[in-house]
């Protein structure tokens, strides 16, 4: 079967045509956003804020809960920042007591 093309030099679409062609494009612009979406948020979900034994030797140091809620207040890969704000929650909670 052979599909032949009605279009002449100078004819333009129908409507359906268009609708068609806006609708696969602005399909495809909408896919792209949340797939842009969806990779900001996994490299969110997955990166390391700070090395695995700077963690750990923070955790020890302060406490779980005090460098969790650092990490969270902090900017991202801000060691020292983190370093601080771990050592004020720690002592805000240690002489509250």
Same mark, same amino acid.
Request: hydrophobic share 40%.
């Given at each position: 079967?052979?599909?032949?093309? +009605?279009?002449? =030099? *100078?004819? #333009?679409?129908?409507? +359906? +045509?268009?609708? /068609?062609?806006? &609708?696969?494009?602005?399909?495809? $612009?909408?896919?792209? #956003?949340?797939?842009?979406? #969806?990779i900001?948020?996994?490299?969110?979900?997955? &990166?390391?804020p700070?090395?695995?034994?700077? %963690?750990?030797?923070?955790? +020890?140091?302060?406490?779980?809960? #005090?460098?969790? /809620?650092? $990490? *969270?207040?902090?900017?991202?890969?801000?060691?020292?920042?983190?370093? %601080?704000e &771990?050592? %004020?929650?720690?002592?805000? =909670?240690?002489?509250? %007591?």
């Amino acid at each position: 079967m052979v599909f032949q093309l +009605d279009v002449y =030099r *100078g004819q #333009a679409l129908p409507t +359906d +045509d268009w609708q /068609t062609i806006f &609708s696969w494009g602005f399909g495809l $612009i909408c896919f792209a #956003a949340v797939a842009a979406v #969806a990779i900001q948020m996994v490299k969110g979900v997955y &990166s390391n804020p700070i090395p695995y034994d700077k %963690r750990v030797e923070l955790e +020890d140091r302060y406490g779980r809960w #005090a460098v969790e /809620t650092a $990490i *969270g207040v902090c900017p991202h890969d801000d060691i020292g920042c983190i370093e %601080r704000e &771990s050592k %004020r929650l720690y002592e805000s =909670r240690v002489l509250r %007591r």
